[in-house]
């Protein structure tokens, strides 16, 4: 019986929050709008004049939009780590975060996806990075990481998407049976006629864990690609072997930084304290903690490589990043990255909600940094001295940063009220 | 329909349908004119090729002109000309420019009582000014003449008009006059004329302040002269300048003097030698009158080593072939006279005059005056005494010193009359406006020296409703009833040449554009008497610091070419800033003072002051301070009392730090190469990389494989190809703003880089069509590509601009289109039909221009044989006054460039990265 009475609570606790919104929620999705609608007229704008209107120049032909875009993939990422990874490992704290994180996940992507677009110098032929058979007779170069690009990205786009959707099936029918009017049959055709009966739900179970294990290598994979962006060039200080692993780790480091930025606040909004302990802050702070020493690692061993490798493209690029024009990112990212995040060693800051949501916004703001230094400064000062330059961002450009996060929180927060914001039918299975 | 109203319509429509005919649009007969075998460069796609002769400065360069459907879309030397002999500068290349230019004058305009200027006819604008002459004359006031220099029929038909209608012709205004000079050489030699200097003919050069490369009397046929002088054995040149000039940087060593010291040294020199008793032919009354200048004092003054001078005076002494050419920064200072007094002595003491300097084939510069005739056009203008004051292709306003007021005085002429191109603000000064054409719409001669004759032929007709010099001339004297011998300029000219050539000569001219005429020789002897007279008394004066020299600038000539786009879009080859003006300051100097590139200082000298960037020029001496000298036309700039030129050193100049910066578009990331042996050290032997494995297959390459070569020792840095190659290219020109951002399209550019101490090395940065392309394999859409012929092409349809290829280059000569590249009409026309026009988003570069390679091809094919060597000549190797750059086939084992990337000389940028690049460069020595 008391199981049942909590389930019954667990249930209203969770499905709370799709009452109908109060203003400081309206507000905000206002704000997240405008933002969003801002960098829209900007794109505009920018497609109207020309590529221009940034700052981007000879030679930094990457700047805020590249930077933007593997941010915000790297934010994806630890969406998949939670709810797949964590699932093979039988985590329990997963429950609490993994449909904040997997929603995360699909937002980031669709912002991540933007970018490519915004900065090419001619979006209205994106679709020639897609092969299909066209007049042109031409496929695209599949040597060019661009295109691998485009297919690791819709890929784990669609995996994502089908291990999110699949992962609500249960939770919409939840919704389906608790709520009334337009909005039960709307939960009724996307629960795809779920019951819950016990066939349901050992193929449920199977399909899970196999998208799960189909899901994992995606962790890997994605970043890496995205590494190879750079790391397939020969420009000091882009052109290494550690790029990948370095990115997977910056990647889920900025991720569970995001996640956490997201919970804290959704757990304090829609009081689901019950559910999602300090415990499992803590266990993800943990997560951070790890990757933020390898990615720590990964700046020493870049350093390493220029120093023994003693060659001298590579020595100069990395004397630049520290000492250079970017000096003073380089020494932010430095702090926000592998600084801060030490003091999560410290067990009574680990489980300070305020601090760790403090370190988060810190990590978040440093990953963003690490990108922009690591993809400008080796850009602004590679081989040839005469054409060194030093690349500042528009405000086009950081309008259309600003509008991606405007998009982004404004897809999240319609999300907390379209769709329940914890697995409630995984939680079940803890009480 | 009744019968009556069908033959009323009939009626009707018959008679609307030959109204058309009765036009009188005679552009109409041009539709019909197929028929019959076309006009020749009307044929679309079929390229004429005219001579002509550029106008852009005095030199007077031979031009081929390539005409496409009717208009000039490129300029290029003339091979075989005896000035440039192929070579153009960047100010020629830029000459098409200023036919095309938007602010070009396009019919006669006169100002009215409001000081608006109203469009008249021609008609009325001579009419209006033989009134005006016959008025002031009837008046007692005078009809003047000022013009620019001028050679051949014109300075005939100019001396003849005023002759006739009595216009008093004023000595032809030039600010580069080189008075001193000829003032000097009339001193010594009673020859008051330029000479023409054969740096080819000697072994050891040593210039004084001379800027052979940029400015002096004939830049482009100097360089030619120097790549000719280079490959002899032992050839040496030495330079010396209180500043830091391209030809200084090019020489085999710089000899920094203080400002003024000139004299000094070559005081040093002359006796020197003299009493070496090898070469001692001076007369004693002028080894009298001569400074005493012995070696210490020579080494205080000039601040060179007591050993160097020893040194320098044994070399010329050693030299079997020496030649000294002074001129310049040097004669254009208070003791500028005496300095050029004291080189020709010293000219004439080793034998040069007569063998290495002729007089007989003297520049024509006879008829130019000095400001001298300047004061005196002040003077009398200020007293009331000018009627008609006509001013023909000069711009004395803008050029003057500050000092005459000359823009004040002028309006003080009854009528001022201006035959100009440009609508500019010197223009505006002006009362009536006649629209001169530009010499490719014009036919006429030049005579830029003695014995040579070059063509000028209208390569299309005029593009706005404009005159040549001559015809305005012939019309006037039309107008006033006087003997205007022939109906129009060309019959004019075609008379005068019928009268002095024969008819081979005549189609020897015709056809290539030029001809050789014999000169008589010219007796020189020396006036002892008059030269030590006018040494007495002179004395070397050293200058206070800071010292402001006001270099001659390569972009804008005496700046009557700083109006072409272009040549703003150019980067200045030693300090790379392109657009805004600035303070070239020694590193060291700027440090004391806590000085960066771009702070903000204020000059003043006198009563005049200005505030100036900085930008650190390496090599500058400490205490001297280097600007453009056409970007300051607001510094009151004194004149030499005793030749009349102007003074363009400036002693006692005030310095002060403003503590801002501001905006100024340097295009360098670094001065220095960082060690990086884009250029290779001399002294070190470059490491052969070793063969790299690679992980794609090499490209095939069955008939072509083109290469470049472009070597260093004969690199001067001119910028004459990056000129050439935005014309041939279309390259857009950008502006001010997106330079300040790094937004400059240039597909070649000079990379200058200094070493420890100062000394520059120029390295033509370009595409380097590399075998293994960083670009290639990351675009994602094939728009980078590696054709079978070695070119890496850019395939611009295709392009979505991700700008991946460019970050992937090393080289960074890839150029992105920020925005729709825009031409101001009529600079439209002056596109080159070949090439594909880029729009924005879109990735460019250099294709080593493959149209030409096209064309080549093309004509290959027609005569059923493969291309020749030497066939395929692009743009840049084609102005380039040295003959750096070499095209050709590497496949090819006969070809140049297959030997000279294989001479020992022979390296490749960045080898190391195994990109395997298509250009080779050679290195010094």
């Not at chain 1, 799960?212 to 290598?217: G, I």
């Not at chain 2, 991700?802 to 825009?822: D, H, L, M």
Request: aromatic share 10%; with cysteine; glycine share 8%.
């Amino acid at each position: 019986m008391k199981s049942l009475a909590a389930r019954e609570k667990l249930e209203q606790d969770v499905l709370k929050g799709l009452r109908r919104p109060g203003k400081w929620y309206l507000l905000g999705l206002a704000c997240c709008a405008l933002l969003f609608l801002g960098a829209l007229g900007l794109w505009g704008y920018q497609l109207s004049r020309g590529l221009g209107v940034t700052g981007l120049m000879h030679p930094v032909g990457w700047g805020v939009y590249i930077t933007n875009f593997v941010f915000w993939v790297g934010i994806a990422h630890s969406g998949t780590l939670i709810s797949a990874v964590l699932f093979l490992f039988r985590a329990r704290f997963r429950s609490s975060f993994n449909r904040a994180a997997e929603a995360m996940t699909i937002f980031a992507l669709m912002v991540a996806g933007l970018f490519p677009l915004i900065h090419l110098g001619r979006v209205w032929i994106f679709y020639y990075l897609f092969p299909y058979p066209s007049q042109r007779t031409l496929w695209p170069n599949f040597r060019s990481p661009l295109v691998w690009d485009v297919f690791a990205i819709s890929t784990y786009m669609i995996v994502s998407l089908v291990f999110f959707y699949l992962g609500t099936l249960p939770d919409l029918a939840i919704a389906r049976r608790r709520l009334s009017g337009i909005r039960a049959r709307i939960y009724s055709v996307l629960s795809l006629g779920w019951t819950g009966s016990h066939g349901q739900w050992k193929q449920y179970g199977r399909l899970y864990l196999f998208l799960a294990a189909f899901a994992t290598p995606l962790v890997a994979s994605v970043h890496s690609i995205v590494s190879w962006d750079f790391a397939v060039s020969i420009l000091p200080g882009w052109h290494t072997t550690i790029f990948a692993p370095y990115f997977v780790a910056g990647a889920i480091l900025s991720g569970t930084a995001m996640v956490i930025i997201l919970v804290v606040p959704l757990r304090r909004a829609l009081q689901l304290q019950p559910y999602i302990s300090i415990d499992h802050f803590e266990a993800i702070a943990k997560i951070l903690l790890l990757t933020s020493l390898i990615v720590s690692y990964a700046y020493l061993v870049e350093y390493g490589l220029a120093f023994y490798g003693h060659n001298q493209f590579e020595m100069e690029l990395f004397r630049y990043r520290a000492l250079g024009h970017y000096r003073a990112l380089f020494w932010l990212m430095i702090v926000c990255n592998s600084l801060v995040p030490l003091t999560l060693f410290i067990r009574r800051l680990r489980r300070n909600l305020a601090y760790l949501f403090a370190v988060s916004l810190l990590v978040t703001l440093g990953m963003w940094v690490e990108r922009f230094v690591l993809i400008v400064t080796s850009l602004a000062h590679d081989f040839d001295p005469y054409a060194w330059g030093t690349y500042t961002p528009s405000w086009v450009e950081i309008g259309i940063t600003c509008g991606s996060f405007g998009l982004f929180f404004m897809l999240f927060l319609i999300f907390v009220k379209t769709v329940p914001v914890l697995s409630m039918s995984e939680l079940k299975e803890r009480l | 329909m009744e019968r009556r109203d069908f033959l009323q319509l009939l009626g009707l429509f018959s008679g609307a349908a030959m109204l058309p005919g009765c036009s009188e649009n005679r552009s109409a007969g041009k539709l019909v004119s197929y028929l019959v075998p076309p006009d020749e460069g009307v044929l679309p796609g079929a390229a004429l090729y005219l001579p002509s002769t550029c106008g852009e400065c005095p030199a007077g360069c031979g031009l081929t002109v390539r005409v496409s459907e009717g208009r000039a879309v490129k300029l290029e030397g003339r091979a075989g000309h005896p000035v440039n002999d192929g070579g153009l500068c960047m100010r020629g290349q830029a000459a098409l420019w200023r036919l095309y230019h938007p602010e070009r004058l396009r019919n006669p305009l006169r100002r009215d009582g409001a000081g608006q200027f109203q469009p008249l006819s021609w008609d009325e604008a001579l009419t209006l000014v033989v009134e005006e002459l016959e008025q002031a004359r009837q008046e007692g006031r005078a009809n003047l003449l000022l013009s620019g220099r001028t050679t051949g029929t014109l300075t005939e038909l100019q001396q003849h008009f005023c002759r006739q209608l009595g216009v008093e012709p004023l000595p032809q205004f030039e600010i580069f006059s080189h008075a001193a000079l000829r003032k000097a050489y009339g001193i010594l030699f009673g020859q008051a004329e330029l000479p023409h200097y054969r740096i080819d003919q000697a072994d050891l050069l040593l210039s004084i302040g001379a800027d052979l490369l940029e400015t002096f009397v004939s830049p482009v046929g100097y360089a030619r002269q120097f790549s000719r002088a280079i490959k002899q054995d032992g050839f040496q040149w030495l330079h010396a300048e209180p500043h830091y000039s391209l030809t200084g940087a090019n020489a085999t060593e710089r000899l920094v003097l203080n400002p003024g010291s000139e004299a000094a040294l070559l005081s040093f020199l002359l006796l020197r030698i003299e009493s070496s008793g090898q070469e001692g032919r001076l007369p004693r009354q002028l080894l009298r009158a001569l400074p005493a200048v012995s070696a210490g004092q020579a080494a205080r003054l000039t601040g060179l080593a007591e050993e160097r001078l020893e040194r320098l005076a044994k070399q010329l002494l050693l030299a079997e072939r020496p030649l000294l050419i002074a001129g310049g920064i040097a004669t254009g200072q208070p003791n500028g006279l005496q300095t050029a007094l004291l080189a020709g002595l010293l000219q004439q003491q080793l034998g040069m005059i007569g063998s290495r300097i002729e007089f007989a084939r003297a520049e024509n510069y006879a008829a130019v005056g000095s400001l001298h005739d300047l004061q005196r056009l002040a003077e009398r203008l200020e007293q009331d005494r000018v009627g008609v004051l006509l001013v023909c292709a000069a711009d004395p306003l803008a050029r003057a010193p500050a000092a005459l007021d000359l823009p004040g005085k002028f309006k003080r002429a009854g009528l001022r009359v201006g035959l100009c191109d440009l609508f500019d603000d010197s223009a505006r000064q002006f009362d009536l406006l006649l629209p001169l054409s530009h010499p490719l719409e014009s036919w006429g001669d030049a005579v830029p020296r003695k014995g040579v004759l070059s063509l000028l032929k209208p390569a299309l007709d005029p593009l706005h409703d404009s005159r040549s010099a001559g015809e305005v001339w012939l019309e006037l004297l039309r107008r006033s009833a006087k003997p205007a011998e022939s109906a129009s300029y060309q019959e004019y000219l075609f008379d005068v040449w019928h009268r002095r050539l024969d008819e081979r000569q005549l189609q020897q001219f015709a056809e290539q554009g030029y001809l050789s005429l014999p000169v008589a020789a010219v007796p020189l002897r020396l006036q002892a008497e008059r030269a030590a007279g006018q040494l007495a008394g002179a004395e070397t004066a050293v200058a206070a610091p800071w010292s402001l020299v006001l270099a001659p600038s390569i972009r804008s000539f005496d700046g009557r070419s700083g109006s072409l786009p272009l040549l703003s879009e150019l980067p200045d080859p030693l300090s790379t800033v392109s657009y805004g003006r600035w303070l070239a300051m020694a590193p060291a100097a700027a440090q004391a003072l806590q000085l960066e590139d771009r702070d903000l200082v204020r000059v003043a000298a006198g009563d005049w002051s200005a505030d100036l960037p900085v930008r650190l020029q390496p090599g500058l001496a400490a205490s001297v301070l280097m600007i453009q000298g056409d970007l300051l036309p607001e510094a009151s700039l004194p004149i030499d009392p005793r030749s009349g030129e102007l003074v363009r050193v400036l002693d006692g100049v005030r310095l002060e730090k403003l503590g801002s910066a501001a905006q100024l578009a340097i295009l360098a990331g670094s001065s220095s190469q960082h060690g990086r042996g884009l250029i290779p050290d001399p002294a070190h032997h470059a490491e052969i990389p070793p063969e790299q494995s690679r992980f794609y297959r090499a490209h095939p390459h069955k008939e072509y494989r083109w290469a470049m070569t472009v070597d260093l020792e004969l690199c001067i840095g001119c910028a004459a190809c990056a000129a050439a190659c935005y014309v041939e290219n279309n390259v857009p020109v950008v502006g001010r703003r997106d330079h300040l951002r790094g937004r400059e399209m240039s597909w070649l550019r000079i990379e200058p880089f200094y070493d420890q101490a100062g000394r520059a090395g120029f390295l033509p940065m370009l595409c380097q069509h590399c075998h293994n392309a960083p670009c290639e394999p990351v675009c994602p859409v094939y728009a980078a590509y590696h054709n079978p012929e070695g070119l890496n092409v850019q395939v611009y349809q295709r392009c979505v601009g991700t700008r991946y290829c460019s970050n992937n280059c090393p080289y960074k000569v890839r150029r992105f289109n920020w925005w729709q590249p825009q031409w101001q009409a009529p600079l439209e026309q002056m596109r080159n039909p070949d090439l594909a026009a880029r729009d924005r988003g879109v990735m460019e570069k250099c294709t080593f221009c493959v149209q030409r390679i096209r064309r080549a091809r093309d004509r290959a094919r027609d005569e059923e044989r493969p291309i020749r060597d030497g066939e395929v000549v692009t743009a840049c190797g084609q102005s380039c006054p040295t003959g750096a750059i070499r095209f050709g086939n590497l496949l090819d084992e006969q070809s140049a460039v297959y030997r000279l990337a294989r001479s020992e000389r022979a390296y490749r940028v960045f080898a190391e990265l195994g990109t395997e690049p298509s250009v080779y460069y050679l290195r010094k020595g």
